[in-house]
């Protein structure tokens, strides 16, 4: 039997991802946990094969969570749940641990085929991925300003280039006002962009935006 840890600060998700998984009979879901305080708490005493982890929670994301979690349980195998599409944060999770990446969106048997791949100690991803991490392990290739930026910091550029202020981030990802407005100095710093109109043009020009 697959025992599955499912980790999602949304309680539509956490349900519809149980109920998909009730129909199959190899996979049975023995945890969940809505924030990564949550997540921390149970790990050590749960006994699970993989864990679905939503990628943007509130706090601390999914990246900085897989960290920690492949120094406490480095058994465990996670699939990483995102809203983004996998060009976004797919190799950084790739790199960071995970050995899946799959965004929410996709077909709901999708879902299934990457949990059994990544229990059979495989890897889950698509072709389109697959050919990305080949050519991101190109030798001296030069990154790209944005390739540089951490997932925290990839996910606030998009939101103030989707236009949402500073405090209404903050508040979005219980972060301080001041952390903040730290992350968009440093996006600014290495994308090279004095302001977010500028920020909002980089973000278009390279197939960011959602």
Do not use: W
């Amino acid at each position: 039997m697959i025992k599955i840890f499912i980790v999602d600060d949304h309680e539509i998700i956490r349900e519809g991802l149980k109920k998909i998984l009730r129909e199959e009979t190899d996979i049975v879901v023995v945890a969940e946990a809505q924030n990564g305080v949550e997540l921390m708490d149970k790990i050590r005493d749960t006994n699970c094969d993989i864990m679905l982890l939503d990628m943007n929670m509130p706090g601390r994301n999914g990246l900085e969570l897989l960290g920690d979690l492949k120094k406490i349980k480095p058994e465990v195998r996670v699939l990483v749940l995102s809203i983004h599409p996998e060009d976004r944060f797919a190799l950084q999770t790739l790199k960071a641990g995970a050995s899946g990446y799959l965004c929410k969106d996709v077909a709901l048997e999708e879902l299934v085929i990457a949990i059994r791949k990544i229990y059979n100690k495989g890897r889950y991803m698509s072709t389109t991925l697959a050919e990305q991490l080949a050519f991101d392990l190109v030798p001296n290739r030069e990154k790209l300003p944005h390739e540089l930026l951490s997932a925290r910091e990839q996910e606030i550029m998009l939101m103030l280039a989707e236009g949402e202020k500073v405090k209404d981030i903050a508040t979005e990802l219980e972060l301080s006002i001041s952390t903040v407005f730290t992350y968009r100095t440093r996006i600014f710093e290495k994308l090279k962009v004095t302001n977010n109109v500028e920020l909002t043009h980089y973000v278009i020009t390279n197939n960011l935006a959602n």
